[in-house]
């Protein structure tokens, strides 16, 4: 079964531009999330969606975040303008059903961010 | 809400040595708790997870943890460490609709 797929995996880009993170959850999983980790903290929820509604978006920079899950099934998160604390592994995640399950959620490589 | 603390940001063991991370959490609804190991630019793997069915529950390279209600504990366990278990590690819980939440993670180094 192929996993969570994330792209791209590495990506330099100086404060005040754009970036774009695309992710392909595991087949048939209706969940997606999307994470952030800072270097040295846990990863922190940015927004989960439910098929292609959102669940939670309650920790989302809405002023320079956003992401979408056209058609239920691959998401794109942007970034735009870029701030220096936004350098971060940005995680994908998916899960094959609803929220307040006990099913497991996988995570895709991450995609690495270095905003200078 | 959810939250989920992890005591000791660094742990060293000997080679051969008990594993003991450790892990509380805080929920006012039954939980479902989470270990996961992350090595280095790698995502997040499932080492083990509590769903209720268990209190003891046994993960992937040996790993176990065990569920105490009265101490809201979820501590990973591995009897003797191996140098491949170097690497960060997760625990991570969710109760009722509420996302999954991450401790800050540990560290894990194994001496030869």
């Known amino acids: 079964e192929a996993g969570v797929a994330q792209s791209p995996r590495y990506k330099i880009i100086e404060k005040r531009q754009s970036v774009a993170f695309w992710c392909n959850p595991i087949?048939?999983?209706?969940?997606l999330y999307w994470y952030q980790q800072i270097l040295g903290q846990g990863p922190k929820l940015l927004i989960q969606f439910q098929n292609n509604g959102v669940v939670d978006d309650s920790q989302l920079p809405k002023d320079r975040f956003s992401a979408e899950r056209l058609k239920g099934v691959d998401s794109t998160l942007k970034i735009q303008p870029a701030k220096l604390e936004d350098s971060a592994v940005y995680l994908c995640a998916s899960s094959l059903d609803s929220p307040g399950s006990g099913n497991t959620i996988y995570f895709g490589e991450g995609s690495w961010l270095t905003v200078v | 809400a959810q939250s989920v603390t992890q005591l000791g940001s660094h742990v060293s063991v000997s080679e051969g040595a008990l594993v003991l991370l450790r892990c509380n959490y805080s929920?006012?609804?039954?939980?479902?708790l989470f270990w996961y190991v992350q090595y280095p630019n790698q995502g997040l793997q499932l080492l083990l997870k509590?769903?209720?069915?268990?209190?003891l529950v046994k993960g992937i390279n040996g790993f176990e943890a065990e569920f105490k209600k009265s101490e809201t504990s979820f501590h990973l366990t591995k009897p003797s460490a191996h140098m491949s278990d170097a690497a960060e590690y997760f625990c991570a819980g969710r109760g009722g609709n509420t996302p999954l939440v991450f401790g800050k993670g540990t560290r894990l180094s194994v001496i030869a």
């Open positions: 509590y769903t209720s069915a268990a209190t």
């Open positions: 087949s048939g999983h209706a969940t």
């Open positions: 929920s006012s609804v039954p939980p479902y």
